[in-house]
């Protein structure tokens, strides 16, 4: 009695030579190359996978980005009361100093340079109501790989935060 090896597993079992191979057998026969077809579309199946995690990271990071931003400048606006009638012991409504909430402004949008992330940045001048500062942020996020799959270019995101001021 002979050994045949079982394909794919290097497996030797007995076997009959003048048998005729099990239908089991006979198919693994006829199918040893569909795997090798599997493979091309797995590979690109996987690519797209990734790049659209890609993608979507790089437009969550940038929300992410612009909503610390847009929050950054409501609470900054908060902080710039006008020092002299907050000190009047005369006064007692603290009123937000308009000349100082956009020098605020633009000292934290210059530190905020624009990148591969922002491909542009834009934000409306603080809305004050007595101690209460509202600040609409607008900006377009680039996804990486998107655009080479021809879809959208760019993601338009707006934000608006408001902060309120408090005096204890």
Do not use: K
């Not at 990734?50 to 929050?71: E, K, N, P, Y």
């Not at 900054?76 to 000190?87: K, M, P, S, T």
Request: hydrophobic share 45%; with cysteine; aromatic share 4%.
């Amino acid at each position: 009695m002979a050994a045949e090896t079982v394909p794919g597993s290097g497996a030797r079992v007995p076997s009959d030579p003048g048998a005729r191979p099990s239908p089991a057998r006979r198919r693994l026969r006829c199918e040893q190359g569909n795997t090798l077809v599997l493979m091309p579309a797995a590979v690109l199946i996987l690519l797209g996978l990734g790049a659209m995690a890609l993608d979507s990271a790089a437009i969550f990071l940038g929300q992410r980005r612009l909503v610390d931003l847009t929050a950054a400048i409501a609470t900054d606006a908060v902080a710039a009361v006008d020092r002299e009638r907050f000190y009047d012991p005369q006064d007692v409504e603290v009123v937000l100093d308009p000349d100082q909430v956009a020098a605020r402004t633009a000292v934290l949008l210059a530190a905020q340079r624009e990148d591969r992330t922002f491909a542009a940045l834009a934000c409306d001048p603080p809305e004050l109501d007595g101690t209460r500062a509202t600040v609409t942020c607008h900006a377009t996020v680039r996804p990486v790989l998107a655009p080479f799959w021809g879809l959208a270019d760019a993601h338009r995101l707006t934000v608006t935060e408001t902060a309120v001021g408090v005096r204890h």
